[in-house]
């Protein structure tokens, strides 16, 4: 009895995984490392997470400034090549050069 119900339901979780396997297949999405779909999500949530780096006065005027450099280097990367995937590697590897205030910067005290 035993030995039927753990077929039975080795069977049922067999069947359903290669049915899910199937209907992933048929909608004809390719998920890569550069698929403009993910990336939107990804950079969308590290931009908020800079976001809240940048407008949060518990942090330090350095790390609000460098968030500050992240999100408008991001936004001229996406801006010149309208790629998501673009924009996020831009935004997770950009380091500024100097912290020093340019016109346009936040002031922060």
């Known amino acids: 009895m035993r030995y039927l119900l753990v077929t039975t339901i080795l069977f ?3 069947a359903t995984s ?3 396997a199937t209907k992933k297949e048929t909608l004809g999405e ?3 490392e550069r698929n403009e779909s993910i990336c939107k999500q990804k950079f969308t949530q590290e931009l908020f997470t800079q976001q809240r780096i940048f407008s949060s006065n518990r ?3 350095d790390s609000r400034r460098v968030a500050e450099r992240k999100i408008e280097a991001a936004r ?3 801006n010149l090549t309208a790629s998501y995937c673009d924009a996020y590697d831009e935004l997770q590897t950009f380091n500024p050069e ?3 205030r340019k ?3 936040a002031q922060f005290n």
Do not use: H, I, S, W
């Open 30 to 32: 390719v998920v890569t």
């Open 76 to 78: 001229e990367k996406y």
């Open 18 to 20: 290669t049915a899910f």
């Open 98 to 100: 100097n912290l020093d």
């Open 12 to 14: 049922v979780l067999m």
């Open 59 to 61: 942090n330090g005027a």
């Open 103 to 105: 016109p346009g910067d």
